[in-house]
């Protein structure tokens, strides 16, 4: 009798698992072991080999993550940057333009304008809030559309069903980066996107002891960029997988105990007289908590927000806290602060970051695990030290 798993919660735990176990073993075995006896491939991409992404290892993942945004494939990488790169490389060539969300990580705002040009391809940066203004920026050789689901760092949702809309109307290939999100509050190609970009060393791992990353979405998109990547070598080692693939089953109680934590941390720092701003789309105060709160199943573990007495007193917040580490990674277990302007968005002028809304003072929070109680009790004293 063929299995089906009906719920995000028995898919993270059984989808993609071997059929029958292999010799009985519960949990997913590492296949260490570069290359595989040949059995009469007759593609190159289908010879078994790490650097081509088709171990056991890399199937029992690329299975699950489809099935978890219920699309059609999916693809591990070496690192989100990889999963980024490769895509953009591979449904773009020399000549090609594209439209891209203007706030975006760091990592890619850097990629697409110091990198993509010497590739021949151009851009131009949208307004994520604002359909009525993407028209005039199309043109003849116009090939994609680029978004985030949460904006690294300031938590903007941008109007997402008008981006696959737009995408459909003028025949443009949608792409999202959906890691702050995770499949547990936003699933993409539910909503028509083609594809759907992580960087798994977040919270689809979980644990901050990897770098991954993934694409999800069209199987002949996924087919394209998997034979960019054989090429390219950002393949993800059989051991890495492993780890991610045992992240992954713990994802929805993970991430749902996150959102919950940090909204209620949210609401605390909204009412603090400390703090001067806070983005969190959970709250009622945010500009787009309407359009999240019709998108999403919740609004994340990210926050992000300023206190009143800028840099300094930023930096001594920092200081004073106990229970977040200073890091700039997200969605692990442990709560991780930090300040984008000298991290994740450091590649960027400063400039570029104040046109954004990216100020020196701005605090980014990835919130963990821990007792919600212990975090804000380490705030409320951080804040009046």
């Known amino acids: 009798m063929s299995k089906i798993y009906k719920h995000l919660e028995t898919k993270l735990i059984h989808a993609g698992e071997p059929d029958p176990l292999i010799n009985g073993a519960v949990s997913m075995p590492v296949f260490q072991s570069s290359t595989f006896e040949y059995t009469g491939a007759t593609s190159y991409n289908d010879l078994k080999y790490i650097r081509l992404n088709n171990t ?4 029992a993942l690329h299975q699950k993550l489809a099935a978890l945004e219920n699309t059609e494939a999916a693809l591990v990488t070496a690192s989100g940057m990889a999963a980024i790169s490769t895509t953009l490389l591979s449904i773009l060539s020399s000549g090609d333009h594209f439209l891209a969300q203007e706030c975006l990580y760091g990592g890619t705002h850097d990629f697409i304008t110091k990198d993509l040009e010497t590739f021949g391809i151009s851009y ?3 307004d994520g809030d604002d359909p009525g203004s993407w028209e005039h920026k199309l043109k003849p050789n116009t090939k994609a559309i680029y978004v985030e689901t949460m904006t690294n760092p300031l938590l903007q949702v941008a ?5 696959v809309e737009f995408a459909k109307a003028h025949g443009l290939i949608s792409l999202i980066d959906n890691t702050f999100s995770s499949p547990v509050n936003f699933r993409p190609p539910e909503w028509g996107f083609d594809l759907s970009l992580h960087s798994c060393t977040k919270y689809l791992n979980g644990h901050s002891d990897i770098v991954a990353g993934a694409v999800i979405g069209r199987a002949d998109l996924i087919e394209k960029i998997t034979h960019k990547l054989n090429h390219l070598g950002g ?3 059989p051991h890495a997988c492993f780890l991610l693939h045992r992240g992954l089953k713990t994802l929805a109680v993970r991430v749902k105990y996150q959102n919950e934590s940090a ?3 949210a609401n605390f720092l909204e009412k603090h007289s400390a703090i001067k701003k806070i983005n969190y789309p959970g709250l009622e105060s945010h500009p787009r908590h309407q359009r999240a709160s019709e998108l999403f199943d919740g609004f994340s573990g990210m926050l992000s927000f300023e206190l009143n007495d800028g840099v300094q007193a930023t930096e001594r917040f920092i200081e004073n806290t106990t229970l977040p580490i200073s890091a700039p990674s997200l969605g692990g277990v442990e709560s991780l ?3 984008p302007a000298i991290t994740s968005h450091s590649g960027m002028s400063p400039k570029d970051r ?3 809304g990216i100020s020196d003072a701005l605090i980014r929070l990835s919130v963990g695990i821990e007792a919600t109680e212990d975090i804000i009790e380490d705030f409320d004293q951080a804040l009046n030290a």
Do not use: E, G
């Not at 109007?159 to 981006?163: I, R």
């Open 56 to 59: 056991p290892n890399h199937i």
């Open 124 to 126: 131009d940066f949208i």
């Open 159 to 163: 109007d997402l069903k008008a981006v």
């Open 235 to 237: 393949s993800l080692d």
């Open 263 to 265: 909204l209620t941390i």
């Open 337 to 339: 602060i930090t300040r």
């Open 354 to 356: 104040q046109a954004l």
